[in-house]
């Protein structure tokens, strides 16, 4: 079990430091995670519009000014360039660089967004008595692009791509009723059983992140997933983007209690 | 599509003039329908306690004085004897009738108790887009006898037994959480997917109600069902019983969004 029990400014401490380069689920638990997009101002108004549209997979929690690094709305020292513990570099849908800090890609145009992630949810589940299989593996989880087309949005259109997690037909229910609760980390699940009808061919084969075991008895409940800009800007081609790494969010100040819709 | 639309004390006089003999599934949109459970007072405290202890498939909404066959909470002029369609008459936990009207069974020591019935929360499926195929077709739901033992209390234990409608995982994942709000009418579903995980053999031999079909891309959904009483008696042989004629439920004034937990 690799859950690690820090505060959310602990966490961005350490990811600073230098200290933590993989994934963050199971970190600084009951805080929030967001997943992140980085884009030229002149793409940033197209992409705010794809959020406001694809609710499910880009629920936005906060949005820089142009040229700022900081988002204090969720967190008074977050950096944006330095708190993440892995970042993908893109150039006209192509990624060039993963790295672990983008201070050298930084520009006075750039705008960021943060948008909810379900690492955040996956305490509130585990309070539930819920195991989630990569969580005690240590792993990140198993993601998928789907067949489902997002909304399209200005310049913005691509597959929807959700996360993958385990777990029997009762915690399934139960797990549902817990994350209808928080839209803004993506809420309820979009799909559970059968891959195929989401256009997944096969579990053992992620898109991104870890193989994560469906067992007997189980079945896989899939979740919108914020990797889904990181589709969409491959099927898109702005010029200049910077997003997290599958798995390395952002740790946000915010309580996952804080955001609950009731 | 079968539903009917009218009040529930202008369905309740159709089935007391004996005009409607079947089931209700569907009858008076919007009202709060109840199984029924009829015993003799010295076995009356033990089922209050079972109620109790398996809020599931029992939600309790009410219960009569001693020898009272009126409910005014749920009606002011419900009286159990003539307001149900169908009604079996069980002796020592053997059904020995079906009636129409139980007025020649009534004696001064039955009490009878009102449990939320799914068909209460059909409308507001309906309402959110989700068909279900008993109603379209006119039939009664498929209701089953399951491996799962309620929690015994005082004389009374058996299985619970639930009722099924087949929908897609996108379905589903809606239901659960409309369903969710309404815990007196049974709530969330209790399983969804493989029957035999819950000890059904076969979907297509339901042990009450009718056979529904589970089309490609659906999956059978359950809902723990106040008929589970009935199966109860037949393994807890109380001397004297009567209970509603599964699907044949008492329709009560209660409005489903009025007893909604938000």
Known sequence: MSTITTTAREARRDIRAGDIKGQTSGMASGFVQA???????DW???FLAFCHFNPKPCPLLGMTQPGSPTLPILGEDIDLRTDLPGYYVWENGVRVDHAHDISSYWRDDLVGFAIGCSFSFEHALMDAGI??????EGKNVAIFRTNIECSPAGRFCGPLVVSMRSMTPTDAIRAIQICSRFPNVHGAPIHFGDPEAIGIADLNTPDYGDVVEVQAGEVPVFWA????PQA???ASNPPFCITHAPGSMLITDLRIHEVSLF
């Open 35 to 41: 997943n992140l997009v980085i884009l030229p101002k």
């Open 44 to 46: 940033a108004d197209d």
């Open 131 to 136: 195991r989630l299989r990569h969580i005690e």
């Open 225 to 228: 997933c914020g990797v889904t």
């Open 232 to 234: 969409v800007v491959q």
